[in-house]
T-cell receptor
Framework: QQQVKQSPQSLIVQKGGISIINCAYE??????FPWYQQFPGKGPALLIA?????SEKKEGRFTISFNKSAKQFSLHIMDSQPGDSATYFC?????????????FGRGTQLTVWP | EAQVTQNPRYLITVTGKKLTVTCSQN?????MSWYRQDPGLGLRQIYY???????DKGDVPEGYKVSRKEKRNFPLILESPSPNQTSLYFC??????????????????FGAGSRLTVL
């Protein structure tokens, strides 16, 4: 059973546009939600993360929006650039869990056209 | 340089020939994990380790073995590889396990990946 559902699978955006990637979860115990960015031929790297005590976190052009009641969170990339073309993974984990699990979504391949 | 090093980066092998993919980190991280990445399926966790001699199964452990005899190393062993294990494999580590510790403690550092083809 997939713990974190991510959409869309692929996304094409024009340069300067807004890219939006959505994730949803069912486990209300999740309390840490990171996003990882992966460039072709590289391993993923942390982009930005949020905890559920805030509804939004912004770092430069990247913003996470979190809706606790809907059990959804999303990544917004403002003024998308060709250099943002990558695969993006959302993820979730439970703080304090005895397990060492970070559950990833299936990823979104973003292409930004110049 | 702080990093996770995987070897080999590329490997073509045949069904049934045992192989080991090594993973080493130089950051004194407690938590280490193996993932496989397949098109449309994202990153699926194979095994993880929360410390020396402590390992546990992820979502897709069948056909794989791991060991954590030293803190820095976490090899992935395929005792009898099969074609369905053809995949891109990533090792990752973090100071603490996911969700534990303060800011940055549970950020995963990934290796560059090992592309495995089983014929």
């Amino acid at each position: 059973q997939q713990q974190v559902k991510q959409s869309p699978q692929s996304l094409i955006v024009q340069k300067g546009g807004i890219s939006i990637i959505n994730c949803a979860y069912e486990n209300t115990a999740f309390d840490y939600f990171p996003w990882y960015q992966q460039f072709p031929g590289k391993g993923p790297a942390l982009l930005i993360a949020i905890r559920p005590d805030v509804s939004e976190k912004k770092e430069g052009r990247f913003t996470i929006s979190f809706n606790k009641s809907a059990k959804q969170f999303s990544l917004h990339i403002m003024d998308s650039q060709p250099g943002d073309s990558a695969t993006y993974f959302c993820a979730a984990s439970v703080r304090g869990s005895t397990l060492g699990r970070l559950y990833f979504g299936r990823g979104t391949q973003l292409t930004v056209w110049p | 340089e702080a990093q996770v090093t995987q070897n080999p980066r590329y490997l073509i092998t045949v069904t049934g020939k045992k192989l080991t993919v090594t993973c080493s980190q130089n950051m004194n991280h407690e938590y280490m994990s193996w993932y496989r990445q397949d098109p449309g399926l994202g990153l699926r966790q194979i095994y993880y380790s929360m410390n020396v001699e402590v390992t546990d199964k992820g979502d897709v452990p069948e056909g794989y073995k791991v060991s954590r005899k030293e803190k820095r190393n976490f090899p992935l062993i395929l005792e009898s590889p099969s074609p369905n294990q053809t995949s891109l494999y990533f090792c990752a580590s973090s100071l603490k396990k996911p969700g534990q510790g303060g800011s940055g403690a549970n950020v995963l550092t990934f290796g560059a990946g090992s592309r495995l083809t089983v014929l």
